[in-house]
Each structure stands twice: as structure tokens, then as C-alpha cells.
């Protein structure tokens, strides 16, 4: 039998020995860490609402690669580089996740769907009562968004790059996305996947950093009670919802897309809407989470991901977020030192605003030492306020790295 | 501008931009409660 008419008939394997030696390695190498993905998912390592969708898209397109017209390689999920309107509009009627990516995925419109989603599930009662702390504890934990800019363009990245991969030191997927499909088109996808599959790890990776610069002492340390603060009311809520949106908007058009989305969320929920709350809370985060994980997965095609800067992307995008994770446990430390010992520096770390991960994480590694102890309240405000910070300092990367051209 | 101004400057400008925002809203609520209660006076 003709090993050729093989190929030819399970084109999978023909397009798999038809490739150069390092893209045939990269195809087996995502193909298998796509299954680990969904393995490390089900057992609840990695976040499963991303990995499953997203391990299994990764498998699936470096298996289904086939033959096209003039013997290219290609798929028939999505193309990522298709520009030409022609092509394009028959890439649209072939490709059957190319409709998707295209009027969701390429212009940001998935990332601000999940960020609706996340404003929805923003109580900023808890900012409100403590805003200068929160906001101060929030601006530590953004040391490696600023840090890790000059270390990329030391390391030979152009400042386009290096402001999309220091975005992932903000924790917080959709703004990695806006900022890398604004700055760097063509990094996004290694820059994206990256900053996903790091965010999967805080919630292993970040107890540990707090175990090494935290004593058990200080962790577990009981706080005295707060003082009693005025009760937030939703209109105030409200009104700080429509005020911050149309401020952050008339500051940063360029961002207006981000601040709309995650305000309107915030505006929705304590407007009391509850068919509203339920839509945004329900199909549109839990529809658009699925599909970003999916496209990012299918986006893993070999061709595409293996880039000669994805070893260097994967060292930043780690040392954005361990800086990240430094800055808010030092700023929890400031506040310690500042109140004579009465706060405790674990909160710092919810201030790297994934949310609430990073706020659960906190209260989890406090609970392991003082059952007794519940700092969630105060972890919850730093957290939101680790989100509008990293909003704005997107907001200022995507508006003052392109004036420098 | 080299990449270490730039940083300090989106870090200062962030740093600005936030307590700015923040300095608003304290700003609207500590007059929307004096309005109450001079209304109760």
C-alpha cells in the first residue's frame, strides 16, 4: 500500500509527516497538553469553565489539520490571520468558528461580554465603605503591570508587546485581550493564551507565595472589629456606577468599550433588574466564557502559537503576575506597619484583582490558621478595586504606547 | 520617551486617575448627605 494514498485518506497523520520537524513536534506536544488541560480542569487544578472548552478545542485543531487547495496545511475550524475582505467572506462561509471569531472575538466584544458578566457579580458596596484603602492596596498589586514593561522591552520586546504581555501582571483575562487585539495583533494569541492559562494557576499558585512572605503569626492574626461604617445604598452604588463610567469614558474613549461594559453590569445589578441580572449573569458570561475558551483553544493550532517570543512571553506573563502578587502582599504590609499591626497583609494579595479568586484565596490561606477570622469583606473591596485600576492603566497603556510611534 | 518613563508615567497617571475617581464619589455622597440633612433641619 501507498503511504501516500494514506496521507492523502487520513489526512490528519498526512499533514502530521508532511510538516516541518518542529511544527510536527509542536501538533503532538498541544495535543497532548490539550487533554492535560481537560484533565487539570475535571480535577479542579485549573479553572474547569475555561480549560474544558479550551483543552479539548486545543486537541481537536492540531488533530484535524488536512490538505488545501495547492497542498497548504490548514483547518476547517477558524482562520486568525484572515484580513482580505474576499477571503475573509469565504473563510466565513467554510470555517465554522470563523463567524464567531470574527464578530466577537477580533474586535473585543467577547472580552466585554465576560466583563459585563463581571460587573454584575461586583458588589462595590464593599469599595465604597473602604475606598482609599482599597484603592491603595489595588494600585500595589498592579507593580507588575508597571514593572514587567520595562523588563519585555529590555528583553528585545517592542513596546506594543511589551505593554500587552505586562497586562497580564492585572490578572484579569478580558483586559489581556483588549489590550493585546489593540496593541499587539500579532502576539495576540500566544500573549492571550498565556495570560489564561496563568490566571488558571492563581488559585494554586498564590497560596504559596503568601505562606513564603506571610508568617503564620501575622496570617492568622485577629483584627479588631471595623468601626461601624454608614450602610451603602444601591443608589449611591448606582450612582457611582454611572459616575465612575462616564468619567473613565470622557478620560479614555479609547477604553470606553471596557468601562461601559463592566459599569453597565454594575448599573444593572443594583438597579434591581432581575431579568436583566439573570440574562447577563447567566447565558451572556457563562455563553461567552465557553466561547473564549473554545476559540482560545482552537487558536493553539501549532502554526499559529509557535512563535520564536512564546518562550519569552511565558517568563514575563509568570514574573508580571508574581510581582503583581509581591506588590499587594508589600502594600498589605504598608498598611500593617501604617496601623501599628492592626490589618492583616494577607488582604494585599486580593488586591491582583482576579475576580474573586485572588479574594478567596486570601480568605482561604487566613482560614487555614483563624477559622475564626473574616477579612472577605475587605479582600472583596481591594479586589474590585484591583479591577478599575487595571481597567485604567489598560486604558493608559492603549492610549499613550501608540502616541510614541 | 524610554519604557521606564513611560511605565512611571502610567503608573503615576493610574495612581492619579483612581484617587481622582474616588475623591469624586466621596465628594457626591458627602454632599448629597448634607443635602438630607439639612432637609431634615
Given at each position: ?296 483553544g482552537v487558536l493553539c493550532e501549532a502554526n499559529t502559537i509557535l512563535n520564536p517570543k512564546i518562550l519569552l512571553i511565558l517568563i514575563l506573563g509568570i514574573t508580571s503576575l508574581l510581582l503583581s502578587g509581591i506588590g499587594g502582599i508589600v502594600g498589605g504590609y504598608i498598611v500593617y506597619f501604617f496601623t501599628k499591626g492592626q490589618f492583616n497583609p494577607t488582604i494585599g494579595i486580593a488586591a491582583v484583582s482576579c ?51 | ?41
Amino acid at each position: 500500500m501507498d503511504f501516500s494514498l494514506l496521507g492523502k485518506i487520513f489526512q490528519g497523520f498526512g499533514t502530521l509527516f508532511d510538516s516541518p520537524m518542529n511544527i510536527l513536534i509542536g501538533r503532538v506536544v498541544l495535543i497532548f497538553l490539550g487533554m492535560l488541560l481537560v484533565y487539570l480542569g475535571k480535577k479542579g487544578v485549573l479553572e474547569p469553565l475555561l480549560m474544558i472548552p479550551m483543552g479539548i478545542g486545543m486537541t481537536a485543531v492540531n488533530a484535524g489539520v488536512l490538505f488545501l487547495d495547492g497542498g497548504k496545511h490548514g483547518t476547517l475550524f477558524l482562520d486568525p490571520l484572515a484580513s482580505e475582505p474576499s477571503h475573509l467572506m469565504n473563510i466565513l462561509q467554510i470555517d465554522f468558528l470563523q463567524p464567531i471569531y470574527t464578530f466577537t472575538f477580533s474586535n473585543g466584544l467577547i472580552a466585554c461580554l465576560v466583563f459585563m458578566g463581571i460587573g454584575v457579580l461586583l458588589d462595590v458596596g464593599y469599595l465604597l465603605a473602604r475606598p482609599f484603602l482599597s484603592m491603595f492596596l489595588a494600585l500595589c498589586a498592579e507593580f507588575g503591570t508597571i514593572a514587567t514593561f520595562p523588563i519585555a522591552v529590555a528583553c528585545g520586546l517592542s513596546y506594543n508587546d511589551a505593554a500587552s504581555i505586562a497586562m497580564v501582571g492585572g490578572a484579569d483575562g478580558p483586559m489581556v485581550l483588549y489590550t493585546s487585539l489593540i496593541l499587539s495583533k500579532e502576539l495576540f494569541v500566544p500573549i492571550t493564551v498565556v495570560a489564561y492559562l496563568y490566571l488558571g494557576l492563581t488559585y494554586g499558585g498564590y497560596p504559596y507565595l503568601i505562606k513564603l512572605l506571610i508568617p503564620k503569626k501575622i496570617r492568622g492574626m485577629k483584627m479588631p472589629p471595623a468601626k461601624k461604617m454608614d450602610k451603602i445604598t444601591s443608589g449611591e452604588k448606582l450612582a457611582f456606577s454611572v459616575i465612575a463610567s462616564a468619567v473613565l469614558c470622557i478620560l479614555f474613549p479609547v477604553a470606553a468599550p471596557l468601562f461601559l461594559s463592566l459599569f453597565v453590569g454594575v448599573a444593572v445589578r443594583e438597579a434591581g433588574i432581575e431579568t436583566f441580572i439573570k440574562l447577563i449573569d447567566g447565558p451572556i458570561l457563562y455563553g461567552s466564557t465557553f466561547f473564549l475558551g473554545l476559540l482560545l483553544g482552537v487558536l493553539c493550532e501549532a502554526n499559529t502559537i509557535l512563535n520564536p517570543k512564546i518562550l519569552l512571553i511565558l517568563i514575563l506573563g509568570i514574573t508580571s503576575l508574581l510581582l503583581s502578587g509581591i506588590g499587594g502582599i508589600v502594600g498589605g504590609y504598608i498598611v500593617y506597619f501604617f496601623t501599628k499591626g492592626q490589618f492583616n497583609p494577607t488582604i494585599g494579595i486580593a488586591a491582583v484583582s482576579c475576580v474573586p479568586t485572588t479574594a478567596k484565596v486570601a480568605q482561604k490561606s487566613v482560614s487555614e490558621v483563624n477559622p475564626h477570622e473574616i477579612i472577605l469583606p475587605l479582600a472583596l473591596g481591594a479586589n474590585i478595586s484591583g479591577v478599575i485600576t487595571s481597567a485604567i492603566l489598560t486604558a493608559l497603556y492603549v492610549t499613550l504606547v501608540p502616541m510614541l510611534k | 520617551m524610554d519604557s521606564i518613563t513611560l511605565a512611571l508615567t502610567v503608573y503615576g497617571g493610574g495612581a492619579i486617575i483612581a484617587f481622582f475617581v474616588v475623591l469624586l464619589i466621596k465628594g457626591i455622597f458627602f454632599a448629597l448627605k448634607l443635602f438630607k440633612k439639612n432637609e431634615k433641619n
